[in-house]
């Protein structure tokens, strides 16, 4: 992931800013590696309601990923305090795993964590696909899940 910097001195690759030839570079760079990709897409999602959507979404994507036998899901840091609220959706989400389920969830600076970018590539070619533009999604969609999520908002 960090070679799709290229030469740029960026401290992380970002989905936006990036042109199109090189948003499927990287997508094609994703579809190389080894893996699999959940995505929880919530909807609506109006602009003063996103931290609500995003706690249903991260509530349903603990609960698919414990499924998976997933026991540690890291996140891309924010602000202290929009991380102790992911900490406390986790907690939450927690009491509908089955019993002994071991399930934690950490918080990394995207500009740390190169993998942190596959996220954003695998949610840039998802809205892209929505928006009409199929290529990219097409080019990861044997290693992509996607899960609707209603967030009543």
């Not at 948003?23 to 190389?32: D, H, N, S």
């Not at 979404?57 to 305090?81: G, H, N």
């Not at 954003?120 to 996607?146: F, H, Q, S």
Request: charged share 35%; hydrophobic share 40%; proline share 5%.
């Amino acid at each position: 992931m960090s070679e799709l910097r290229g030469r740029r001195r960026i401290p992380k690759l970002h989905w936006n800013e990036m042109d199109p030839a090189e948003q499927e570079a990287a997508v094609k760079t994703l579809a190389g590696l080894d893996g699999f990709h959940l995505v929880a897409i919530g909807s609506p999602v109006p602009r003063r309601r996103q931290e609500r959507a995003r706690a249903r979404c991260l509530r349903r994507l603990v609960l698919e990923l414990s499924a998976f036998d997933v026991e540690l899901l890291v996140l891309e840091s924010r602000t202290a305090t929009l991380n102790a609220r992911d900490v406390e959706t986790v907690k939450g989400a927690r009491f509908d795993l089955p019993k002994g389920t071991a399930f934690r969830v950490a918080h990394e600076p995207g500009k740390d964590e190169p993998l942190l970018w596959a996220a954003d590539i695998v949610a840039g070619a998802i809205k892209a696909g929505k928006d009409g533009r199929l290529g990219y999604r097409r080019l990861i969609e044997d290693l992509v899940y996607e899960i609707a999520v209603e967030t009543d908002c």
